[in-house]
């Protein structure tokens, strides 16, 4: 299997760069931020508790964002891989993905991590809310608070990877098209 964490900051790109990823590689995209999404729209019970965190740009807590994932990932249990997007945040979850896939004898193949600076991230989350309407992208305030929840929280995740030789860094800035191609190049140089 190939599973990739893509990784980054919010407005990194991870959304747009997975589109392009899972047509070439004929992947799994698990984005959950997506399934949050999904169960706010439908209001189930989880969306209803996610809703409390992802509306002020905190993180839903572990447990609950854990168990979340690995019943989607147990839903394609015949996949030929996976891209993880916006999952692991916190090493917590970075430990849990570990041992779901040990369980299913594979692994992360690569987290391919996009660096984009702080000044052009806020640009460009305020850009995409005017056709995402996400309420966390529209308020500069709580955009400040999910760069610093990433600064704190989530970026320490890379550590985590690259002490299993898994982490490589892709420049987030340029085209979208000369983005897709650095990470084209980085998973076929496996
Ligand atoms: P995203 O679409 O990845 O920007 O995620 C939107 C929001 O969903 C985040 O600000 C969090 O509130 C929540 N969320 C998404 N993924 C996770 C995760 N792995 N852990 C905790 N919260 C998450």
């Given at each position: 299997m190939l599973n990739i964490v893509l990784f980054g900051p919010p407005g990194a790109g991870k959304g747009t760069q997975s589109e392009r990823l899972i047509e070439k590689y004929d992947?799994?995209?698990?984005?959950?931020?997506?399934?949050?999404?999904?169960?706010?729209?439908?209001?189930?019970p989880l969306g209803i508790l996610a809703r409390t965190f992802m509306d002020v740009g905190k993180l839903v807590p572990?447990?609950?964002?854990?168990?979340?994932?690995k019943a989607e990932v147990v839903l394609h249990?015949?996949?030929k891989g996976f891209i993880f997007?916006?999952?692991?945040?916190?090493?917590?979850?970075?430990e849990a993905l570990d041992e779901l896939l040990q369980s299913l004898s594979t692994e992360i193949s690569i987290m391919l991590s996009l660096e984009v600076e702080e000044e052009e991230l806020k640009k460009r989350l305020l850009g995409r809310a005017e056709v995402s309407g996400r309420a966390d992208d529209a308020d500069p305030v709580i955009i400040e608070r999910r760069i610093s929840i990433y600064n704190q929280d989530t970026a320490p995740v890379k550590a985590f990877y690259q002490a299993q030789n898994k982490l490589?860094?892709?420049q987030g800035t340029g085209t979208i098209d000369e983005i897709t191609h650095r990470l084209f190049a980085a998973i076929d140089a496996l």
């Amino acid at each position: 299997m190939l599973n990739i964490v893509l990784f980054g900051p919010p407005g990194a790109g991870k959304g747009t760069q997975s589109e392009r990823l899972i047509e070439k590689y004929d992947l799994i995209h698990l984005s959950t931020g997506d399934i949050f999404r999904t169960h706010l729209k439908e209001n189930t019970p989880l969306g209803i508790l996610a809703r409390t965190f992802m509306d002020v740009g905190k993180l839903v807590p572990d447990e609950v964002t854990i168990e979340m994932l690995k019943a989607e990932v147990v839903l394609h249990s015949n996949a030929k891989g996976f891209i993880f997007d916006g999952f692991p945040r916190t090493n917590a979850q970075a430990e849990a993905l570990d041992e779901l896939l040990q369980s299913l004898s594979t692994e992360i193949s690569i987290m391919l991590s996009l660096e984009v600076e702080e000044e052009e991230l806020k640009k460009r989350l305020l850009g995409r809310a005017e056709v995402s309407g996400r309420a966390d992208d529209a308020d500069p305030v709580i955009i400040e608070r999910r760069i610093s929840i990433y600064n704190q929280d989530t970026a320490p995740v890379k550590a985590f990877y690259q002490a299993q030789n898994k982490l490589t860094a892709i420049q987030g800035t340029g085209t979208i098209d000369e983005i897709t191609h650095r990470l084209f190049a980085a998973i076929d140089a496996l």
